[in-house]
Structures are given as C-alpha cells and as structure tokens.
C-alpha cells in the first residue's frame, strides 16, 4: 500500500514545484520591471540633468573667460581650455551612457537568472514526481508480484 503514499508524494513535488516556479517568476518580472524603470529614469531624468548642468558649467565658463578680458578664438589658450572642458564633458556622458547600459544588462542578466531558478524549481518537482510515481508503480508491481506468488491479494 505505499503506493498511495507514493502518488502523493508525487503530486505534492509537483505542486511545490510549480508554486515555486510562480515565486520565482513574480521575483523575475519585478526585477526585470526594476531594471526598466532605472534605465527611463536615466534617459528621461538624469541625463537630461547631466547635459543641462554640463551646459550650465560650461556657459559660467565661457562669461568667466570672458570677464577675464581674454580673446575666445580657435587656437588661444582660453578657446583649448574651452574646448578640453567640452571633450571631459562629452566624456562624462559617454561614461554615463556606458554605465546606465552595463546596469540595464545586469538588471536584465539578474531578472533572467530568477527565472531560471524558478524553471530549474519546476524541473526538479517534475523529476521528484516522476520518482515518486516510479516508487508507486515499482510498489504495485511488488505487491501484484507476492499476491500472486501466494495465490492470494498480500498488502
């Protein structure tokens, strides 16, 4: 008769398994919804404020140079600092954009591996329901094999 215990053994791995699955899931859109939202606030909210407070500093810059008497023109010292202050901020940018990018793949790679879990957590109730629906069939086998060795039903 372990049999029973058996198939209900099965059918709880499987129920776990697919509960489990649904957990890892949940977790899986929520990070996945996670690294979306960070990488819009970035676009819509943090670069557009990298680039107003680079033109910002630049603009002080310039009036400052200015102020100084010195002549702004192509190949002066005051243009090249001008233009080096450009190149460092285009560069900041750049960077950003990098890192914004490098954060969203790892967002997404973090998102992926949760659902992963959460297949692999199926997989393996499946596999311990198939066991256990094994040991069931093994038992019954067993237990048809006795009964007719002794010519009566043996439990």
């Not at 793949?105 to 596999?127: E, M, P, Q, R, W």
């Amino acid at each position: 008769m372990s049999f029973i215990g058996n198939i209900a053994a099965a059918q709880s791995a499987k129920a776990i398994g697919a509960y489990n699955q649904k957990v890892f899931n949940q977790q899986w859109k929520y990070e996945d919804a996670k690294a979306k939202a960070k990488a819009k606030v970035y676009d819509q909210v943090t670069r557009p404020k990298l680039i107003d407070d680079q033109n910002f500093a630049y603009s002080q810059f310039f009036v400052d140079a200015l102020n100084t008497g010195a002549e702004f023109r192509p190949g002066e010292t005051t243009w090249l600092v001008g233009l080096r202050n450009k190149q460092k901020m285009a560069l900041d940018l750049a960077m950003a954009d990098y890192n914004k990018e490098v954060e969203r793949i790892d967002g997404v790679n973090t998102a992926l591996l949760i659902k992963a879990k959460g297949d692999a957590a199926y997989y393996k109730g499946s596999l311990m329901a198939r066991t256990e629906y094994i040991k069931a069939g093994a038992s019954l086998l067993t237990t048809a094999y006795k009964s007719h060795d002794a010519g009566q039903l043996v439990l």
